[in-house]
């Protein structure tokens, strides 16, 4: 019987995705770039400390070294850290980027991890739009679900589906 359920089990478990773990080098899409002026709102007082611990300077903030960034787990699952910048990098929102797990990402409590460069590789964005409306789908006799927008070729596979959303999947296998 125990054996029956320790199967189960593992099933079960490979299904689910992990976040990433401490010492893995991830794809990341990003999501929000922090201004001076969001520090001072009372949301981000805890960021605002944890940025001033780890040396950033407020000319570092204005400079775009703080980060949000997010990639998929599965369907419906994204994993979000903070992330900072190497010095002389600038990106821009839903850029690609590899970013090395330093401090993982436990429950609500966002990582605080480096940004080791850019996925110069990989020539999309890190997130798109899913689906599209499909304003006559009773005229063509659809169901109510929207139309999956199509990826190219050199993105099929690189991308979860969450909250009607592609996003860079975490792990590339590659």
């Known amino acids: 019987m125990s054996r029956c359920l320790a199967l189960i089990v593992s099933g079960v478990l490979a299904g689910c995705a992990l976040p990433p773990r401490h010492g893995e080098t991830v794809w990341v899409t990003v999501t929000r770039i922090y201004a001076p002026a969001d520090m001072q709102k009372g949301w981000n007082a805890a960021l605002a400390e944890r940025a001033k611990g780890a040396g950033l300077s407020e000319r570092e903030v204005a400079d775009g070294r703080l980060l949000r960034v997010a990639c998929g787990l599965g369907t419906d699952y994204t994993w979000a850290s903070y992330a900072y ?42 997130s798109a739009r899913a689906h599209a409306t499909v304003p006559d789908w009773k005229d063509r006799g659809r169901d109510l679900d ?18 009607g959303e592609y996003i860079i999947k975490c792990r590339q296998g590659d």
Do not use: C
């Open 85 to 126: 910048l190497p010095p002389e990098m600038s990106v821009q929102r839903d850029e690609v980027l590899e970013l090395r797990i330093e401090d993982p990402t436990e429950g609500s409590k966002l990582g605080w991890n480096p940004v080791v460069g850019r996925v110069e590789r990989f020539k999309f964005p890190g």
């Open 146 to 163: 929207p139309e999956r927008l199509p990826l190219q070729s050199e993105q099929r596979g690189r991308y979860e589906i969450a909250h």
